[in-house]
């Protein structure tokens, strides 16, 4: 299969699809892959490492789109790729689709093959395409919140561990998955007075087992919510609903009884955000300020850490990529239910059950395809 890495164009994006090592995996089983000049420069690897490593190095996304089988990305395709893509190309890359109309739109009008990482699922209803991603964005949202809270950026000046004599920051984490698992880990870790909310007592009693008396758990009702985000410096939110938008959590009228200065983190902004008064931003320009509270929305947060977050990433998105290249997508997906599940749009039909009762639109159920 001819396999195809263009350079990811998404504001302040670094990571790319395919690391020099992973190409050299596909080379070596016979595969053809094309790199995009300059792809793999955000992770400091050079057009000739990728050379080395057995690809074909093209100038501009171009002969990519138009030559190559399958499209490996990392995140959605922005619109001007989306205009390149075409009936019966693979796409293999984050999707997200849920709370972005327009992509689905167009990716549904090009009549691509659109596999997403955040839907193919593991054992135990896992998803192990997103966990390494996860466990980023869950360690970085505290180092963006600890960021935002200094006074020069706009927060609270508080310190998150404090100093002996003064009290820690208070932090508040929503949701106890892989994203706030991590949060609660990096925030205890800097001594902060950590809280998890969660709705799955299940979730609770592990987080409960796991730090013992360094994080305190707390069960997710609306009345306990207000009360832990009213009191805290830092709110994280890492709630997820596979494959569809995520619930708003945090209404405007809560902004009101914060503290002034604190801090929202929305790891959920892939997913259309959990606060309320939650939008995308960028690494440019990461922060905005509703009701004196600090926003942190960025939607792409792991691009910040391009190296670490790539080579997370390729870990588990190259077996897949493998069985798709050397089984073709349509077998790859009949043989494997998890990766099957990654599907959200084939051939003009939306693909995945939660993304087309978000946007409205008819659902083509995954076996009917396969079928």
């Known amino acids: 299969m001819r396999i195809g890495c263009p350079r990811e164009i998404k504001n302040h994006e670094y990571r790319v699809g395919l690391t020099p090592e992973s190409v050299h995996e596909l080379a070596d089983r016979g ?5 995009e000049t300059g792809a793999g420069l955000g992770i400091g690897a050079s057009d000739a490492a990728y050379r080395d490593a057995g690809a074909r190095v093209v100038d501009g996304p171009e002969p990519i ?13 922005q619109p001007e790729e989306r205009a390149r893509l075409r009936r019966g190309q693979v796409l293999y890359t984050y999707l997200h689709l849920a709370p972005d109309p327009e992509q689905t739109d167009d990716l549904i ?11 193919v699922t593991g054992p135990n209803r896992t998803l192990p395409l997103l966990k390494p991603m996860s466990q980023v964005a869950g360690r970085m ?7 935002a809270l200094e006074k020069a950026q706009g927060g609270r000046g508080v310190l998150l561990g404090g100093v002996p004599g003064v009290l820690p920051g208070k932090v508040c984490v929503i949701g106890g998955g892989v994203v706030g698992f991590n949060a609660a880990q990096m925030a205890v870790g800097l001594g902060a007075d950590v809280t998890i909310l969660d709705r799955d007592p299940e979730v609770l009693e592990r987080l409960g087992i796991h730090f013992e008396s360094r994080a305190k758990t ?4 609306k009345a306990n919510l207000e009360d832990e985000v009213v009191q805290a410096d830092l709110v994280i939110g890492a709630v997820l609903i596979p494959g569809a938008a995520a619930p708003k ?17 929305d790891v959920a902004i892939d997913q259309g955000g959990c606060f309320e008064t939650s939008r995308p931003t960028t690494h440019a320009e990461p922060t905005y300020v509703v009701d004196g509270v600090v926003h942190y929305c960025v939607a792409n947060m792991p691009g910040a850490v391009a190296r670490t977050s790539t080579y997370a990433l390729n870990n588990v998105t190259l077996p897949h990529a493998l069985r798709i290249a050397e089984l073709g997508w349509k077998r790859a997906l009949a043989e494997n239910p998890h990766l099957a599940a990654g599907l959200n749009v084939h051939d003009g039909h939306v693909t995945y059950e939660a993304v087309a009762q978000e946007l409205g639109h008819a659902y083509r159920p995954v076996d009917e395809v396969l079928g």
């Open 65 to 77: 789109f138009a030559e190559c089988e399958m499209v490996v990305k990392v995140k959605e395709p």
């Open 249 to 265: 959590l945090i209404t405007r009228d809560m902004l009101g009884r914060m503290k002034q200065g604190a801090v929202l983190v």
């Open 141 to 147: 949202s505290v180092q963006a919140g600890a960021t």
């Open 218 to 221: 707390r069960f997710s009702s």
């Open 109 to 119: 009008r090009s009549g691509v093959t659109a596999i997403a990482y955040e839907t």
């Open 31 to 35: 595969h053809e892959v094309w790199v």
